[in-house]
């Protein structure tokens, strides 16, 4: 059973910038594949970003790529999200997702059995 524990969230003012973290436990970490997804007020859960749990390919939403930086540290189990350049339309809750080694679909959050409870970003003047 893997757990994930997300913080970093908050109120940001647009153009601010912020790091989500996800913290896993019960399971090897490098052993799985990571992702994070996001859901709007009123609108469906969607893919931002997934690094595998081997390769160097990463993965991005079209919509966040140059704003947006996932990577890992295995060391302390440890994923992040790096968001730049934040927009009103970023405020979301922001989910890590996992699941051991490869997904077939990377971006689907079908392909993930673990999940964590969210993290709140809100970006507003």
């Known amino acids: 059973q893997v757990q994930l524990v997300e913080s970093g969230g908050g109120l940001v003012h647009p153009g601010g910038s912020v790091r989500l973290s996800c913290a896993a436990s019960?399971?090897?970490?490098?052993?799985?594949?990571m992702a994070w997804f996001r859901q709007a007020p009123g609108k469906e859960r969607e893919f931002v970003a997934a690094?595998?749990?081997?390769?160097?390919?990463?993965y991005y939403d079209d919509s966040v790529k140059g704003r947006f930086t996932i990577s890992r540290d295995n060391a302390k189990n440890t994923v992040y999200l790096q968001i730049n350049s934040l927009r009103p339309e970023d405020t979301a809750v922001y989910y890590c997702?996992?699941?051991?080694?490869?997904?077939?679909?990377?971006?689907?959050?079908?392909?993930?059995?673990?999940w964590g409870q969210g993290t709140q970003v809100t970006v507003s003047s």
């Open positions: 690094i595998p749990w081997i390769g160097r390919t990463i």
């Open positions: 019960g399971w090897t970490f490098s052993n799985l594949t």
């Open positions: 997702a996992a699941e051991f080694y490869s997904a077939v679909n990377i971006r689907a959050g079908t392909e993930y059995d673990y």
